[in-house]
DNA sequence: CATATAAATTAGTGTATACTAATTGTGAAA
DNA sequence: TTTCACAATTAGTATACACTAATTTATATG
């Protein structure tokens, strides 16, 4: 009906998957980001964790990873366990950097503790045109909201340490939850709620090994850690005042 | 190696599908998108027409139609095609308003020519919450950067005329370019050139159904555009001054 | 009504992604 | 070295989504 009478819309696909480039699926680009960080970090890399941490089971991982082989994004000579290729690398950093871009959009209008998991979503569904729009619109953010380094950035990160290395007295700056942390919205609230997130200042109050918990005086606020999250908490350490 | 030593991390799946409640997928989402604009043009609904829009054969659709059937999105009893039922319609309103609120959020940063091809990727990543905040955050928005009414506000549209049903002389504001025709980028983007935008005053020049062309003066530039695509450019006709 | 055209469906395939159950490897401890 | 625990893989299955080729159903038109 209505227009239809006059002339007959050009029948191109309006509403259509993309199908140029064999464009990199969600699934294979959440495998992609997991291998990085493990690599990244000098993890293990097994497929039970892979795994674990892809909430899938372990002959899912071994099809999957047969795949990317396949696909030469992953190698399996290594004795150490499957590992990125270049190309896999590459793809890889790219994902990463969309996810953490994506994050600082979203921390626009989201709570920190929020982003990381919608941009999670939305990571796979940046484009390079939007990618490049983002860093732009972004002023060049080399880390994400929580304080991981973008792809490249890496150095940055290099002298932080982790909360359970710190010892009662250290003056320090919260720099970074890490990437494996950020799935824990619990957590990532909790840490919100007690400002234990990038640039707050803070003062190491006590580390009890044996109770393995970190106690932190942030904005005044006495705050206690499990070593499994403080562990996950980077800081970086101030030169001691000349005093 | 690392910190292992101390705690080993509790192992939840980090990176994870969502497989809580049978989220609708992207495929049926289009699908809902498809049919929720030709039901509410009035527009005949036919398997072929949705292979054609959808980009794909039409044994797919008859296939892919099942399934919604099963999964109760859509009816077949009408005789007039396919159309969405009730709950169908609501998924359908939902993802179009997330289409929406997508491109007002990538318009911040990508021309209006470009946000519709990005946001068409990105709608299927919108939680409940980003579009709550997204809501909140462009301040109600009641139609897309390109004029199309958000679901629950077509009678916004009511009084706007496609630009083939004007006269020479008719003073106008454009309001709308239709949501099939946002997909050919060519076109957005050679409307944009011309300020053939919502918003835009402009006044019709000639109209000449035997060339099929219209032609408007935009910004003291002149315009000519083939009735294809005036067909789906909506007017506000302006009250003719009393003069 | 008969038939040409268009639309829809069947039938048969193929890939990606998942699962469970069962089997095979592998390294470490006994 | 034997065995146990854990890791990895094989085997078999399932679903979603796509395709081509062939067939069936409608529609329309003379
Ligand atoms: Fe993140
Ligand atoms: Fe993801
Ligand atoms: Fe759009
Ligand atoms: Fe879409």
Redesign the pocket.
């Known amino acids: 009906m209505l227009f239809s009478a006059f002339v007959k819309m050009e029948e191109r696909p309006v509403f259509h998957?993309g199908a140029m480039t064999d464009k990199i699926?969600?699934?294979?680009e959440?495998?992609l980001m997991i291998l990085f960080i493990l690599q990244r970090d000098g993890e293990a890399v097994?497929?039970?964790?892979?795994?674990e941490l892809?909430?899938?089971?372990?002959?899912?991982?071994?099809?999957?990873?047969?795949?990317m082989v396949?696909?030469g994004l992953v190698s399996?000579d290594s004795?150490h366990?499957p590992h990125l290729t270049d190309p896999g690398m590459a793809a890889a950093r790219t994902v990463m950097r969309r996810h953490m871009l994506t994050e600082w959009l979203l921390s626009r209008m989201l709570s920190w503790s929020k982003v990381h998991l919608q941009a999670h979503e939305i990571e796979h569904a940046i484009s390079d045109e939007l990618e490049a729009a983002l860093i732009a619109d972004l002023n060049h953010p080399t880390t994400c909201p929580h304080g991981n380094p973008l792809p490249g950035f890496e150095d940055l990160a290099a002298d932080w340490v982790s909360l359970v290395n710190l010892r009662p007295g250290d003056e320090v700056v919260i720099r970074r939850i890490h990437e494996l942390a950020e799935e824990d919205s619990q957590l990532l609230h909790f840490l919100e709620e007690k400002s234990v997130v990038p640039g707050s200042p803070a003062r190491v109050v006590e580390v009890l090994p044996f109770n393995q918990t970190v106690t932190l005086e942030v904005h005044g606020q006495a705050v206690t850690l499990g070593f499994a999250a403080a562990q996950q908490v980077f800081a970086e350490r101030l030169a001691p005042q000349t005093a």
């Open positions: 998957k699926s969600p699934t294979i959440d495998y097994q497929g039970v964790r892979l795994a892809l909430g899938v089971s372990p002959p899912t991982v071994t099809n999957t990873l047969k795949r396949r696909d399996m004795p366990g």
